[in-house]
């Protein structure tokens, strides 16, 4: 497949009279689930990972990722015509700067790009050049055309307020800014302002398209009006312009002498430049969807835990399915991955998965973000470690959680065993963090790795993303990272806990539940502090503890949860699966 491709595509670069081109893993919104007619990087190179840059000249090519994917990396693309990079050890402006030719012209597609990242490029010296069409279209014969499928209205009952009353909030800091209009090119941003929900992507519920919110509250949206049934063309309301993904140019042009925010790191580069060059004055600035959409209102919140209790009852069924099945060595990744999955749809409201389940044995477990495929596939084996990382869509609430099992029926080496202890000291760290208003990601992250550290150990991924409501399981614009946007925790955000730990060609850790960010009641605080409400529900696996390593505070929490979980989701089970998490979540004593 790559090398066609390859080869096409440098035909192709000759053609337009470009030395190079830059292909990111993105499309026109720049988000991490794209359609399968704007998986270029893959078509290209073979690598399906969600987050990736290809670099190619004449006589050389490079594929980027960060650390998440870099042994998916290695085993998907040809180390004969690719170089596999961390995009953060080797930055592809830099690799470029040295092997490109000197004022040699690099292509970029100015719609897969944002203003700050094609910054990173010039900043290097590089001579970019934006191609009218991206020269992956001409020769990708193949491609498949862009999804079409219906938007649906986001009731009240989940979405807590009506798109009248956001769209007011969005126009007045627009006004308090001096600001006429800003550019929405992130469909999370969309769907939450115009409460709809789409499915032209997987596993996040997005109808793409894009939007123009003006001063006075009147918005405009650019999206095939096929995909706008009569009862969402309703739902929107007169206030709501509809047009074609054609009317957008002109749309910007109309904007000439008017002041307008666009999203330096989040929007396609292409809507500065037109507006630019219609003789708009641009002003960067975040999306003014963001924050107001990170902080969920109390419909959300409880909807968010209404969500993970039957989440919950499906994940605990499947622990009980997997303790039983495998010892036996019968099950292999795929078919456990399957069975979670059917559990899931059982469950009232399941909308489908909020990603690919990352089901991995043994050694696939150490690839942090592994993606079994039929060739890939192999037997979950007894006496090993398995992690499931996996996660719902629900109408009323987005989860992710990932347990970390061992399969037995033996017990575990205490080598692994003092390995989950301390990535568990990290979970409890975050999960029992109490922190001032004003605190980023960043400032919380070491709690999550101190234990780690001290027997120098560490990851190579954030601690925590930020999740929608029933939009993104990967939300911004706050993370728990050390590489976090320094962009303040705040109540109703809901975020990832997740540390883990990796050895290559052996096992994979990681332990994750999902946080809702809740004011801290302090007797003797002066000023507002912050705390965490753990929403995720299911236990965790004691057998690959060792208490002993373990606080009497750390020992205290796990039980406290784990009473909780018993509490709240043993009610929902049945028969032999509450027995069994009955023995699960025993107190240490």
Sequence with gaps: MSVPALAALRQELARQGLDGFIVPRADEHLGEYVPAAAERLTWLTGFTGSAGLAAVLADTAAVFT??????????????????????????????????????????????????EGLARYTDAGLKMVAV??????????????????????????????????????????????????????????????????????????????????????????????????????AWLGNAVSVAGRDALAPALAKLAGKTVRVDASGS????????????????????????????????????????HLRDAAAVCRFLHWLAVAAPAGQETEISAAEALLGF????????????????????????????????????????????????????????????????????????????????????????????????????????????LWQMGLDYDHGTGHGVGSYLSVHEGPVSISRLARPVAIDAGMILSNEPGYYLPDHYGIRLENLLLVQAADLANARKPFLCFETLTLAPFDRRLLQPALMTRAEREWLDAYHARVLRTVGPELGGAERDWLSAACAPFG
């Design 132 to 233: 009218e069409r991206n020269p992956i279209d001409a020769v990708w014969t193949d491609r498949p055309a862009p999804p079409s499928a219906p938007a649906e209205p986001h009731p009240l009952a989940y979405s807590g307020r009506t798109s009248e009353d956001k769209r007011a909030d969005v126009a007045k800091v627009l006004r308090e800014a001096k600001q006429d209009a800003a550019v929405l090119t992130d469909p999370a941003s969309i769907a939450w302002l115009l409460n709809i929900r789409g499915g032209d992507v997987p596993f996040t519920p997005f109808a793409l398209g894009f939007a123009l919110v003006h001063a006075d509250a009147a918005t405009d949206l650019f999206i095939d009006p096929g995909k706008l049934p009569a009862e969402t063309r």
């Design 344 to 451: 899931r749809r059982q469950v009232d409201g399941f909308r489908g998965e909020s990603f690919p389940a990352i089901s991995g044995a043994g050694e696939h477990g150490a690839i942090i973000h592994y993606r079994v495929t039929e060739e890939s596939n192999r037997p979950i084996k007894p006496n090993e470690v398995y992690l499931i990382d996996s996660g719902a869509q629900y109408p009323d609430g987005t989860t992710d959680i990932t347990r970390t099992v061992w399969t037995g029926p033996g017990q575990p080496p205490d080598e692994v065993r003092e390995r989950v202890t301390r990535v568990m000291q990290g979970h409890i760290a975050i999960a029992t963090a109490v922190f001032p208003k004003g605190v980023g990601g960043a400032h919380l992250d070491a709690f999550a790795r101190r234990a």
């Design 268 to 307: 396609p580069v292409w809507f500065a430049q037109q507006l630019l060059k219609a003789g708009a004055v641009v002003a960067p600035a975040s999306d003014p969807c963001l924050l107001p959409k990170a902080c969920k209102n109390t419909t959300e919140q409880q909807g968010a835990r209404e969500a």
């Design 66 to 115: 960060d650390g998440r994917y870099v042994l998916q990396l290695a085993e998907q693309t040809d180390p004969k015509r690719w170089q596999q990079l961390h995009v953060t050890e080797e930055p592809p402006p830099a690799w470029l700067a040295q092997h490109a030719p000197n004022d040699g012209r690099i292509g970029y597609d100015p719609l897969l790009i944002s203003e």
